[in-house]
């Protein structure tokens, strides 16, 4: 049983930075795909950034800011973000699946309780 635990969010001033970080409980894969979403109310989710250690995708809105990396013993994820907008509040989910082939998020089974991230 695959469990997500999101945890990093806060509060940050614009220009600022965050970061955020995944555990993958009861993972048995060796590589897989670990994305981050976000989402704000009223709005669809939204793929920011996917990683299957082949793949690596990035949304054109957070390229050069955030930076995906795992620690593969840890079973981690970690999400940096940098120069932080107002734009990027919001509430951060990691989710999983085998590949990153696609970043729909109807396509990922696995998701974390998510974190929420507030930028001022």
């Known amino acids: 049983h695959v469990q997500l635990v999101e945890s990093g969010g806060g509060s940050v001033q614009a220009g600022g930075s965050l970061t955020l970080s995944c555990v993958n409980y009861g993972n048995t894969y060796s590589s897989y795909c670990i994305a981050w979403f976000r989402q704000t109310p009223g709005k669809e989710r939204e793929g920011v950034v996917g990683?299957?250690?082949?793949?690596?995708y990035y949304a054109d809105t957070v390229k050069g800011r955030f930076t995906i990396s795992r620690d593969n013993a840890k079973n981690t994820v970690y999400l940096q973000m940098s120069s932080l907008k107002a734009e990027d509040t919001a509430m951060y989910y990691c989710?999983?699946?085998?590949?990153?082939?696609?970043?729909?998020?109807?396509?990922?089974?696995?998701w974390g309780q998510g974190t929420q991230v507030t930028v001022s």
């Open positions: 989710a999983t699946r085998r590949y990153c082939t696609t970043m729909a998020p109807d396509a990922f089974g696995n």
């Open positions: 990683s299957d250690g082949g793949i690596t």
